[in-house]
């Protein structure tokens, strides 16, 4: 059964960097899509990214789609070697506070548990 | 971008009731559809995805249907532990969208 665990800084300060990384246990990364998804404190999902790995067709391997809301300012990737997938937001705001969880397949099949994360100075 | 839009909001039922939530999309999204039980502090569980196969694991009394731009979620004979925050979403195209979400409450 597949696993995923969301990890990062549950603090940044406005204007800063979020970066969040998601492990996954249980089986490989090199095949599916994975995505991250946001929700602020006693609100909706967001959908933010998704990013397509597959070592076994390269050409659209790392291929990834972002929320027109965020494009500017979001980049997934991942590391294959960890067997892991990164979120990187740029320029926070207090509206960036929110559940972050990261998630298996364009049907989301399988989630973390999310990580909480507060922009504040 | 695909707009979802679920009805109701919220909703009152009584253990043991059936009760269905309807989830629109603003085009057609074919069966790329996932229904999500959220109860408060924990992450969204797939119920349904496909528009109406049941995710492994999750009682048979919840069922999904629909194709195109209507879809249902029905919860036959309601037990405590379904009360809880259901979401639609579509995966047809990018921007993946999310509904609002309907609170199913007990009466």
């Known amino acids: 059964q597949v696993q995923l665990q969301e990890s990062g800084p549950g603090l940044v300060k406005p204007s800063e960097t979020l970066s969040l990384t998601c492990t996954v246990s249980g089986g490989f990364i090199n095949t599916y899509y994975w995505s991250w998804i946001r929700q602020p404190p006693g609100k909706g999902l967001e959908w933010i990214g998704t990013i397509y790995y597959n070592d076994y067709n390269p050409s659209l391997s790392g291929s990834t789609n972002y929320n027109p809301s965020l494009k500017s300012r979001v980049t997934i990737s991942v590391d294959t070697s960890k067997n892991q997938f990164s979120l990187k937001l740029t320029s926070v705001s207090v509206a960036d506070t929110a559940l972050y969880y990261c998630?298996?397949?364009?049907?989301?099949?399988?989630w973390g548990q999310g990580t909480l994360v507060t922009v504040s100075s | 971008d695909i707009h979802m839009t679920q009805s109701p909001s919220s909703l009152s039922a009584s253990v043991g009731d059936r009760v269905t939530i309807t989830c629109r999309a603003s085009q057609g999204i074919d069966n790329y559809l996932t229904w999500f039980q959220q109860k408060p502090g924990k992450a969204p569980k797939s119920l349904i995805y496909s528009a109406s196969s049941l995710q492994s694991g999750v009682p048979s009394k919840f069922s999904g249907s629909g194709s195109g731009t209507d879809f249902t979620l029905t919860i036959s004979s309601l037990q405590p532990e379904d009360f809880a925050t259901y979401y639609c979403q579509q995966y047809h195209s990018y921007p993946f969208t999310f509904g609002q979400g309907t609170k199913l409450e007990i009466k």
């Open positions: 998630a298996r397949d364009s049907s989301m099949q399988h």
